[in-house]
């Protein structure tokens, strides 16, 4: 198996130093703090308790990325920290994202997007460099951006594109789509339904999911009637982002069909199956670390602070003004585990990047997939492109 660009690179710099250190001798002494901004939020209620939410998804993952950091800094003098900081449900999110911004410049923001754009707007963090690793809100990545937010999590519409792209590529033309209730539900849903349109693809039939009844005992009889509804179609697309009632769907279904989307084959920034591009050594790492699998957000925390690390190596310096400017260049690349190069866009701040379309077991394909092309970038199939986006600030 081949290494990823940026394995081999990290390897011939600490090859270099070894054999050359007075070459790198002017950028010893580089001090980069960086701050873990959680906002802790109360899950609603589920159907099931099956796959309670980790406490420190997100977390582990940046002091991943902050170990891969330290591997290089200490060959070149940079000192790398990582602080956490958990805002407890209900307080105020902007008031930590101040008193962090009073410590450091670089902040890894988990939480939902309102607390993002608080932040985001705040006087002190206007010259700073915050990335979002939990939000897939589509319009952060719109209209409703910030020139200083950046973001390693992919947008709902990124994860949607990668299925409409396999349904194409399946001929799986007829769709029909079940939607939960909450704002996650909603909005995944009509990311769906965007993508569906992009791709030259219907979704025929709708329902939405309303049934209070205890599905462990009553999926058999529930679904097959709920479903029935929903006439001929080749895959049934779920929209359930919260993980409450799509796991029962499969298997229970008046018709035969594949599911996809938040359930069946899911796609997600990150899989425990994905193995290939040297992904197995992440896996491996993360899970001596967590004593648990790597997940979507834990890859878009490590991703950050990797993205961190990078620059800082590339450029020498720890301004976030530099390292905004390098990060969003043509010159950065980070080595994801994903089989080629990973980039920030531009003209909105997102991490390009693969989507893999995974099932439980194993990874199905990843998108972009062969055949849908750009004249750019592959990547850049996967969400909004530069004229479908109406991110004005980073101009």
């Known amino acids: 198996m081949q290494p990823e660009p940026g394995a081999t690179m990290r390897f011939l710099i600490t090859l270099l130093m070894a054999l050359c250190p007075a070459a790198f001798a002017t950028a010893a002494g580089i001090e980069v703090p960086v701050i873990y901004l959680k906002q802790q939020e109360q899950q609603p209620p589920t159907l099931s308790n099956l796959d309670p939410q980790p406490a420190d998804l997100g977390e582990t993952g940046a002091r991943l990325g902050l170990a891969d950091n330290r591997t290089t800094g200490s060959f070149l003098g940079h000192s790398y920290s990582l602080e956490t900081v958990a805002v407890p449900p209900g307080g105020d999110f902007a008031a930590a994202a101040r008193a962090a911004l009073a410590r450091s410049a670089l902040l890894i923001l988990d939480a939902p997007k309102p607390a993002l754009l608080a932040a985001a707007a705040l006087p002190e963090a206007q010259e700073a460099l915050l990335f979002n690793t939990a939000s897939p809100d589509t319009g952060l990545r719109s209209g409703d951006c910030r020139r200083n937010l950046l973001h390693t999590l992919p947008s709902d519409l990124m994860r949607s594109d990668a299925l409409m792209q396999f349904a194409l590529s399946k001929r799986w033309t007829g769709l029909a789509l079940i939607t939960g209730k909450n704002p996650q539900d909603q909005a995944f849903a009509g990311a769906l339904r965007q993508s569906a349109a992009k791709f030259g693809l219907e979704i025929a039939a709708e329902r939405t999911w309303d049934y209070g009844a205890d599905m462990r005992r009553n999926a058999a009889q529930e679904v097959p009637l709920m479903s029935q509804g929903l006439g001929r179609h080749d ?118 990047q693969p989507i893999p379309l995974a099932t439980p077991r194993a990874l199905a394909a990843q998108a972009p997939l062969p055949g849908f092309l750009h004249q750019h970038s592959e990547l850049d199939t996967l969400g909004l492109d530069a004229p479908e986006s109406r991110c004005g600030a980073f101009q």
Not at 249 to 265: F, I, K, M, Q
Not at 277 to 290: D, I
Not at 295 to 321: F, H, M, N, P
């Open 235 to 352: 895959l049934l697309l779920v929209a359930d982002e919260l993980q409450d009632f799509a796991r029962y769907l499969p298997y229970n279904t008046w018709l035969p069909r594949p599911v996809a989307g938040s359930e069946g084959l899911v796609p997600a920034a990150w899989a425990p199956v994905v193995e290939q591009w040297g992904a197995a050594q992440l896996q491996s790492r993360f899970q001596e670390l967590a004593g648990r699998k790597m997940l979507a957000r834990d890859y878009a925390a490590w991703a950050a602070v990797r993205s961190i690390g990078e620059a800082v190596t590339r450029t020498g310096s720890a301004d976030a003004g530099v390292l905004r400017r390098y990060l969003l260049s043509d010159a950065f690349e980070l080595a994801g585990f994903k089989g080629r190069p990973l980039s920030y866009r531009s003209w909105n701040g997102q991490l390009r």
